[in-house]
Nanobody
Framework: QVQLVESGGGLVQAGESLRLSCAAS????????MGWYRQAPGNQRELVAR???????NYADSVKGRFTISRDNAKNTVYLQMNSLKPEDTAVYYC??????????WGQGTQVTVSS
């Protein structure tokens, strides 16, 4: 059974940093891409950053230059380094693994709260 477990969320002040982790119960090579999404209250879930199994990355415009997605294949873990956090980054952050079969797997989410 595939499980994705996020960790690393918390409460920080604006300008501070957090690193989120997404640990998979299977090899992350089994996913053609993994991504971080977020959902703030009253908003739709949106893509934050995505990395393919060839290390190609893309980011939402709102986080470019501040967030970095990376992967550690040996640990089956994907990270999201978030710097210069802003109050508008407050949301529940979810990890998603996508397979070529179009099956997606989601983690349970981790709360990030940025105070001004």
């Amino acid at each position: 059974q595939v499980q994705l477990v996020e960790s690393g969320g918390g409460l920080v002040q604006a300008g501070e940093s957090l690193r989120l982790s997404c640990a998979a119960s299977v090899s992350i090579f089994s996913f053609n891409a993994m991504g971080w999404y977020r959902q703030a209250p009253g908003n739709q879930r949106e893509l934050v950053a995505r990395i393919t199994n060839r290390d190609s990355t893309n980011y939402a415009d709102s986080v470019k230059g501040r967030f970095t997605i990376s992967r550690d294949n040996a640990k089956n873990t994907v990270y999201l380094q978030m710097n210069s956090l802003k109050p508008e980054d407050t949301a529940v952050y979810y990890c998603k693994g996508s397979r070529l079969s179009s099956v997606d797997y989601w983690g349970q989410g981790t709360q990030v709260t940025v105070s001004s």
